[in-house]
């Protein structure tokens, strides 16, 4: 019998296909939408260990050099003495083995036990870190090591960087110890369920579905579909059709929009389903036109990229706050002229007080200044706010200003090769065909400009890298801005 890795396990959890595949057929799987980033900063692990390590005391079991068997010949030799913190100790038992992020000795009692802690990097304690634990438990008290609690420490996103290197705080500790001890018998099962898989000679049946997305996106979906028809239009494009209905319209044998009853669908469903049957375009030139009419010039369109880190890198910021290095900014004047402004700050230092004075500075003080899907624009301003409460009332101006374009689209416009979708991804090449982001040149989308962003800031990239990175990102973030501008007057009647 293998020893079976807790992923491995957790892998079974989700599908014992999934398992099976992992196992027999690892080629088959896609990774790319796992391939590594630039790290900045600290990773949340060497964070863990210098919180829980203030001395540098502790043992990190480096698997990848050690191999598994001196990997668990080592923990066990540091386990059994108890003398020092141990980072990704390894244990195995009953088939299963397991590496435990942190585990800190407790001789309280006079004999050795440990406080096993794992750390993860989401904001909270999520139903699948539970059977994580419980897996991690399971394994380390079958192998004869002595827990005294057994915890969850997840980033604690009210956390404040002081600076200086100082994390103390970051980490929220959840106690798992009853509720982990208690599923013994669940993980005995799941654990015995997932050796016969790995048995198996065939690979097992199962049938794609929800699972495949809960609560990972499985590697192996394009090998599962392969041969699946897939619907022109899938019913995924209705906008907000929940999933119960698209089970229920699974269940009736419908897996195309065009074919969804009526009764089944809101108005915006309706009408995407009537302009998607026909090929038609909907264009309610006149209401969109009257939905504009009260905003009048000067006229702002912006834009910002953000990035955010779960471990803080600039003081006084927190975990995943959504920090701004740069903003794009047309303004339109009533005659019809047009300007570009533009932030950007590669400079790796914290970009926030330059980008805020520099928006105050453009924006003005009258007219509106439009953005597409304006939450992300007026939460970004509120953030800038709250961190420089001298300059509070001037981005809460700017805020007061805001007109979202994107209820006007999604209520005005709509063209069947937006797929139910009104992001201005899909509403540019429908409504502005000159214009395309495909014709940028690397960046192309937001995830591809926080990416060049950590890429540019990082210490080991070129200055000629960093200048390739700079014209890359103006180039994208001022094509936002100008889609606004052209869509603006598309639905203004100015085009
Ligand atoms: S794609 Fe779905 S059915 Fe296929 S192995 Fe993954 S989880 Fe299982």
Same mark, same amino acid.
């Given at each position: 019998?293998?020893?079976?890795?807790?992923?491995?396990?957790?892998?079974?959890?989700? $599908?014992?296909?999934?398992?099976?595949?992992?196992?027999?057929?690892?080629?088959?799987?896609?990774?790319?939408?796992?391939?590594?980033?630039?790290?900045?900063?600290?990773?949340?692990?060497?964070?863990?260990?210098?919180?829980?390590?203030?001395?540098?005391?502790?043992?990190? %079991? #480096?698997?990848?050099?050690? &191999?598994?068997?001196?990997?668990?010949?080592?923990?066990?030799?540091?386990? @059994?003495?108890?003398?020092?913190?141990?980072?990704?100790?390894?244990?195995?038992?009953?088939?299963?083995?397991?590496?435990?992020?942190?585990?800190?000795?407790?001789?309280?009692?006079?004999?050795?036990?440990?406080?096993? %802690?794992?750390?993860?990097?989401?904001?909270?304690?999520?139903?699948?870190? *539970?059977? #994580?634990? +419980?897996?991690?438990?399971?394994?380390? +008290?079958?192998?004869?090591?002595?827990?005294?609690?057994?915890?969850?420490?997840?980033? !604690?996103?009210?956390?404040?960087?002081?600076?200086?290197?100082?994390?103390?705080?970051?980490?929220?500790?959840?106690?798992?110890?009853?509720?982990?001890?208690?599923? #013994?018998?669940?993980?005995?099962?799941?654990?015995? &369920?997932?050796?016969?898989?790995?048995?198996?000679?065939?690979?097992?049946? +199962?049938?794609?579905?929800?699972?495949?997305? !809960?609560?990972?996106? $499985?590697?192996?979906?394009?090998?599962?579909? *392969?041969?699946?028809?897939?619907?022109?239009?899938?019913?995924?494009?209705?906008?907000?059709?929940? @999933?119960?209905?698209?089970? =229920?319209?699974?269940?009736?044998?419908?897996?195309?929009? *065009?074919?969804?009853?009526?009764?089944?669908?809101?108005?915006?469903?309706?009408?995407?389903?009537?302009?998607?049957?026909?090929?038609?375009?909907?264009?309610?030139?006149?209401?969109?036109?009257?939905?504009?009419?009260?905003?009048?010039?000067?006229?702002?369109?912006?834009?910002?990229?953000?990035?955010?880190?779960?471990?803080?890198? /600039?003081?006084?910021?927190?975990?995943?706050?959504?920090?701004?290095?740069?903003?794009?900014?047309?303004?339109?004047?009533?005659?019809?002229?047009?300007?570009?402004?533009?932030?950007? !700050?590669?400079?790796?230092?914290?970009?926030?007080?330059?980008?805020?004075?520099?928006?105050?500075?453009?924006?003005?003080?009258?007219?509106?200044?439009?953005?597409?899907?304006? &939450?992300?624009?007026?939460?970004?301003?509120?953030? =800038?706010?709250?961190?420089?409460?001298?300059?509070?009332?001037?981005?809460?101006?700017?805020?007061? *200003?805001?007109?979202?374009?994107?209820? %006007?689209?999604?209520?005005?416009?709509?063209?069947?090769?937006?797929?139910?979708?009104?992001?201005?991804?899909?509403?540019?090449?429908?409504?502005?065909?000159?214009?395309?982001?495909?014709?940028?040149?690397?960046?192309?989308?937001?995830?591809?400009?926080?990416?060049?962003?950590?890429?540019?800031?990082?210490?080991?990239?070129?200055?000629? @890298?960093?200048?390739?990175?700079?014209?890359?990102?103006?180039?994208?973030?001022?094509?936002?801005?100008?889609?606004?501008?052209?869509? /603006?007057?598309?639905?203004?009647?100015?085009?």
């Amino acid at each position: 019998m293998r020893n079976l890795s807790k992923s491995k396990i957790l892998a079974y959890r989700q $599908c014992p296909k999934r398992l099976w595949l992992e196992i027999h057929k690892p080629d088959l799987r896609d990774d790319s939408g796992s391939e590594a980033v630039f790290a900045i900063g600290h990773e949340v692990g060497d964070v863990a260990r210098k919180i829980y390590d203030p001395d540098g005391r502790g043992v990190l %079991i #480096d698997v990848e050099e050690l &191999g598994h068997g001196e990997a668990l010949a080592r923990s066990a030799v540091l386990l @059994r003495d108890g003398q020092t913190p141990v980072f990704e100790a390894g244990m195995a038992a009953g088939g299963a083995l397991a590496y435990a992020d942190v585990m800190l000795p407790d001789l309280s009692d006079g004999r050795v036990a440990w406080k096993m %802690i794992e750390v993860k990097s989401s904001t909270g304690v999520k139903d699948y870190h *539970r059977d #994580d634990i +419980a897996v991690q438990t399971f394994i380390a +008290a079958s192998s004869g090591v002595r827990l005294s609690s057994v915890s969850l420490a997840h980033i !604690d996103n009210s956390f404040v960087y002081p600076g200086e290197g100082n994390y103390q705080g970051l980490l929220a500790e959840v106690d798992l110890t009853a509720e982990a001890i208690s599923r #013994d018998g669940e993980v005995e099962e799941w654990i015995a &369920g997932a050796q016969a898989v790995a048995a198996l000679q065939d690979e097992p049946e +199962a049938a794609t579905g929800p699972h495949c997305t !809960d609560p990972y996106t $499985c590697g192996f979906c394009d090998y599962c579909n *392969r041969d699946k028809v897939l619907a022109e239009y899938p019913l995924g494009s209705l906008p907000r059709f929940s @999933r119960q209905k698209q089970e =229920l319209m699974e269940e009736l044998g419908i897996d195309d929009l *065009r074919h969804v009853p009526d009764e089944y669908l809101s108005g915006h469903q309706a009408r995407v389903k009537e302009h998607t049957n026909s090929g038609t375009v909907f264009f309610d030139a006149e209401g969109a036109a009257a939905d504009l009419a009260p905003h009048g010039f000067p006229a702002y369109f912006l834009d910002f990229e953000t990035a955010m880190f779960p471990v803080p890198i /600039w003081k006084g910021t927190r975990p995943y706050q959504q920090l701004p290095f740069q903003f794009s900014l047309h303004i339109l004047d009533a005659s019809g002229s047009l300007q570009h402004h533009g932030f950007l !700050d590669l400079s790796g230092n914290d970009p926030s007080l330059a980008c805020a004075l520099s928006l105050i500075d453009l924006c003005g003080d009258q007219g509106p200044v439009f953005a597409y899907n304006a &939450g992300f624009e007026c939460r970004v301003m509120r953030e =800038l706010a709250g961190l420089f409460p001298n300059l509070a009332a001037s981005l809460v101006a700017i805020i007061e *200003r805001v007109v979202d374009l994107l209820p %006007i689209a999604r209520n005005r416009y709509y063209h069947p090769s937006q797929h139910g979708s009104w992001s201005i991804k899909a509403v540019l090449p429908a409504a502005i065909p000159e214009l395309s982001y495909d014709d940028l040149d690397g960046v192309q989308d937001g995830n591809m400009a926080v990416e060049a962003f950590k890429e540019a800031i990082h210490p080991d990239t070129t200055p000629e @890298r960093k200048k390739e990175i700079e014209n890359q990102l103006a180039e994208y973030c001022k094509l936002d801005t100008l889609a606004m501008v052209r869509l /603006w007057q598309l639905f203004a009647g100015h085009k």
